[in-house]
């Protein structure tokens, strides 16, 4: 089945340390995105990618970095600076029908990080 | 700056009840408009996508409608079931057909058997 999967489901990480979450989908599609979610707060946007080899910042990516060397693949690191990193994160990817964005969000399951 | 309200924040129906979620956005010049459902701790479901040339989709007990000039959506939910309980979200794009995507806070539905 075609989907998109992101591991672990939960984390646990020290204060300090950096760690990076997965986010792999086969659904052939070209875009991809983090956001992060905190209570009563909504989906804030981190970083998108709308081609391999190529990333832009979201709203929110200061203390986030991220990689795009597969089509399939899109690993979130949260450095040791971003001050407020528990929280919930969620991977997504756009099936585009061609034209601009008039594509569909699909999401992966979630990766709940929480710092010690 | 594209802004997405939804209204309200949480909703408390009796089952078998037929019910209007409401979504309204500040830029309407979009392409496209999308529901999703998300459960506690799981990812979001896509429901239904509205193209900015229609006016709205259907899918099974769900009609989602699109009103761009006035800057609003609705979903309706026909024969509301427990299961349904749930958050709703919409989303918009940024601006006009821009790949990145505004979301609501959302409306959490429960359905009360």
């Known amino acids: 089945d075609g989907g998109i999967t992101q591991s672990p489901k939960y984390l646990f990480r020290k204060e300090g340390q950096n760690v990076t979450l997965s986010c792999e989908q086969n659904?052939?599609?070209?875009?991809m995105y983090w956001y992060r979610q905190d209570p009563g707060q909504g989906l804030r946007l981190i970083y998108y990618s709308q081609i391999v080899n190529d990333f832009q910042k979201g709203d929110i990516a200061e203390g986030y970095s991220v990689s795009r060397e597969k089509k399939e693949s899109f690993p979130l690191t949260v450095t040791s600076a971003q001050k407020n990193p528990t929280a919930f994160y969620l991977c997504?990817?756009?099936?585009?029908?061609?034209?601009?964005?008039?594509?569909?969000?699909?999401f992966g399951e979630g990766s709940r990080l929480t710092v010690l | 700056k594209q802004e997405v309200t939804q209204i309200p924040a949480a909703l408390s129906v009796p089952e078998g009840e037929n019910l209007v979620l409401n979504c309204s956005f500040t830029d309407s010049a979009i392409y496209n408009l999308q529901w999703f459902r998300q459960d506690p701790g799981k990812g979001l479901t896509s429901l239904l996508l509205i193209q900015s040339s229609q006016r709205e989709q259907t899918s099974g007990r769900l009609n989602a409608s699109l009103d761009k000039s006035s800057g609003r959506s609705t979903l309706y939910i026909a024969a509301s079931q427990p299961g349904d309980s749930a958050t709703y979200l919409c989303a918009v794009p940024f601006q006009g057909g821009s790949e990145k995507l505004v979301f609501g806070k959302g409306t959490k539905l429960t359905v009360n058997p």
């Open positions: 997504a990817s756009l099936r585009s029908s061609g034209t601009l964005n008039t594509g569909e969000l699909f």
């Open positions: 659904l052939n599609h070209d875009a």
